[in-house]
Structure formats: structure tokens, C-alpha cells
């Protein structure tokens, strides 16, 4: 009866979606810095992550129009946890969210895959991770399961020793959806983490 139920019902909805105890907030930290979807790539750049045009291609740059995107194929490397195959890599997709033309390089992160997984092997070197619920590297299927809760699709692969969960959101108030994979390594437990919003 009263007009401002919907508003009410609107901010705590709000308050609940803005929460880092829940997955569909799409944020993490890694090594100690906090992301949120969409963030700029340069966030990336400043904690040593980076991918060089000109191996795609494009040796004078890209330009992106308001709205392109690209998929989460860009593989990023960094000094740190190395460049080759058995590294560290995550796996990015760009977004320009603004009206202006932009250069990718100063576009946003609109999916993002981080795994410590190289096949059917857990990689040597990588960064400590924190997801919602306090998930980090190697949390069990149980403790995970616990955290996002129903999933919507799930696929197991014997022969590499995995299982992969797949998480989907419908944000009614933005008219987005987010999506986010999880794989549970046996023997390791959690090894990779998807997170992107359509």
C-alpha cells in the first residue's frame, strides 16, 4: 500500500547485491588488491600483468568503439609468475564502457579467468587469491559448493581429475547477466576461477 515499499525493497536488494559475501558481486582479491567487475585493465597493468598488440596483430594499436568488446581470450603475463605456457596467465576480456572512442589498452575488464591449473597440473607459481565467503586456492568442493550454492550446470572430467561448476545471476536492475565458472581439482580443491557479466 505504501509507495515507497518498492524503494525499500530496491535499496536492500542493493545492499545484498553490493556485498562481497556474495558471488554475483563480482569482485576477488589478488594478492591483496582488491577488483571489481568492470575495472580498468590499467588495475591489471599495475599489478605487473600485460599483454603486448603486436603478438595479435596489431603493432599500432586497437581502437574499440563505445560498447565493443572483446572475449576473454587475452592472455596476460608478468615478470613475476612468468610467460610461458606453465605460468601463471590470467585470461581477460575487454570492454569499452564509455561513449568515446578508447584505445583498448584503456578499456575495462568485462570476464576475467584466473587458474592454477595447466592441464591436468597445478602450476608452481601464483598469486594468493580471496573470493567471496573467503574461497581461496585450494578450498574443498564442500567449502565451496556451501559459498555459491546451487549451481546451474556442472561437467566432470575423469581422465584430467576436475570438476567444473558453472554459476549464472540475472541482475534485473542493470539487465545483466553474470556468469561464473568454478573448477575443484582432486586432490587440490579449488584451481580456477571465471567471472563475467553479458
Known sequence: ESTSEP????????EVIGSSNEWYDMSFTMDGKDYKLPFAYSDLVDA?????????????????NEGDKVFATIALTSEKYGSDYTSFMPM????NNSSEVKDILDCEIWSIEL???NGSKIIESYPTIELTGGLTWGSTEEETLKVFGEYEDSYRSDELGYTKYDFYYRDEELS???RVDIT?????????Y?????
Open 7 to 14: 524503494s525499500k525493497v530496491a535499496d536492500i536488494v542493493e
Open 48 to 64: 605487473g600483468f600485460s599483454f603486448d598488440l603486436s603478438e595479435y596483430g596489431y603493432e599500432n594499436g586497437y581502437k574499440m
Open 92 to 95: 581477460v576480456g575487454l570492454i
Open 115 to 117: 587458474s592454477v591449473m
Open 176 to 178: 545483466r547477466d553474470i
Open 184 to 192: 575443484i581439482k582432486d586432490g587440490f580443491g579449488l584451481c580456477q
Open 194 to 198: 571465471k567471472v563475467e557479466y553479458y
